[in-house]
C-alpha cells in the first residue's frame, strides 16, 4: 500500500538552528500538507500546498517557516531559526485530485527536539 | 467547519464491537463527516468518510443519522491495535481543505 514517508525520524537541533524535515508524499497525490503536534496537545494545521504554491497557511506558519517541492517526489519544511517552543512532532500529508474526496494521508511523523 | 462533540474516553471488549458516538449538529448540507484515528505517537490515519448514506470500508462502518446531527463509528470486531484516539472532522469535501482535529475520544480496548 502507498504511504507519505518522512525523514528522519528524529531530529535534534540547537536552538537558532535551521532544520529542513523531508517529506515523499504518495506519488500521485497532487495536494500536500504539514502539521505538527506539541506533545499532549491537539494536532494543528500548518500549511496546505498544491501547484508549486501556498494553498492556505495557519497563523503557526510565520516568516521562520518555509515549504518547498524540490523535485517531483519530495516536499519540504525548513524552519530557518528555531525556538524552543518548535519542539514538535511535524506530521506530512496528502491527498489526490480526485472527486471522490478520499482523506489525507499521513507520513509517521518527524520527532523535532530543540535544545 | 461545523464543530463535533465527542465523549472523551471510552473502553471496549477485545472482539466486541466499537461505537464511537459523534454530535455534528450544526452540520451544512455540503459538509461531510471524516473519521481519522492516532494511535500512540504515531500520524493521523484516514477510516472513512461519509454525507449521509451509510458507508462501509474494509476498516470500519459509518452511521449517519437522517437529519445528519450525529453519527458513530462502528469498529466491528475490535482488536487491541484499534487502542488509539478517534477523530470525527466535520469539513468541505475540497481536497485543499485543513483538517481541524479537536480532542477526539481515547479508545481503549482491553482483552
Known amino acids: 500500500e502507498p504511504e507519505v514517508t518522512q525523514t528522519p525520524s528524529h531530529q535534534v537541533t540547537q536552538m537558532g538552528q535551521e532544520v529542513i524535515l523531508r517529506c515523499v508524499p504518495i506519488s500521485n497525490h497532487l495536494y500536500f500538507y504539514w502539521y505538527r503536534q506539541i506533545l499532549g496537545q491537539k494536532v494543528e494545521f500548518l500549511v496546505s500546498?498544491?501547484?508549486?504554491?501556498?494553498?492556505?497557511k495557519s497563523e503557526i506558519f510565520d516568516d521562520q517557516f518555509s515549504v518547498e517541492r524540490p523535485d517531483g517526489s519530495n516536499f519540504t519544511l525548513k524552519i530557518r531559526s528555531t525556538k524552543l517552543e518548535d519542539s514538535a512532532m511535524y506530521f506530512c500529508?496528502?491527498?489526490?485530485?480526485?472527486?471522490?474526496?478520499?482523506?489525507?494521508?499521513f507520513g509517521a511523523g518527524t520527532r523535532l527536539s530543540v535544545l | 467547519d461545523a464543530k463535533t462533540t465527542q465523549p472523551p474516553s471510552m473502553d471496549c471488549a477485545e472482539g466486541r464491537a466499537a461505537n464511537l458516538p459523534c454530535n455534528h449538529s450544526t452540520i451544512s448540507g455540503n459538509e461531510y463527516v471524516y473519521w481519522y484515528r492516532q494511535i500512540h505517537s504515531q500520524g493521523p490515519q484516514y477510516i472513512i468518510h461519509g454525507l449521509k448514506n451509510n458507508e462501509t470500508n474494509e476498516m470500519a462502518s459509518l452511521i449517519i443519522t437522517e437529519d445528519r446531527k450525529s453519527s458513530t463509528l462502528i469498529l466491528p470486531h475490535a482488536t487491541l491495535r484499534d487502542t488509539a484516539v478517534y477523530y470525527c472532522?466535520?469539513?468541505?469535501?475540497?481536497?485543499?481543505?485543513?483538517?481541524?482535529f479537536g480532542a477526539g475520544t481515547i479508545l481503549r480496548v482491553k482483552s
Open positions: 500546498f498544491y501547484n508549486n504554491e501556498i494553498s492556505e
Open positions: 472532522i466535520v469539513r468541505v469535501k475540497e481536497y485543499r481543505n485543513k483538517l481541524v
Open positions: 500529508a496528502s491527498s489526490a485530485l480526485t472527486s471522490g474526496g478520499e482523506g489525507q494521508y
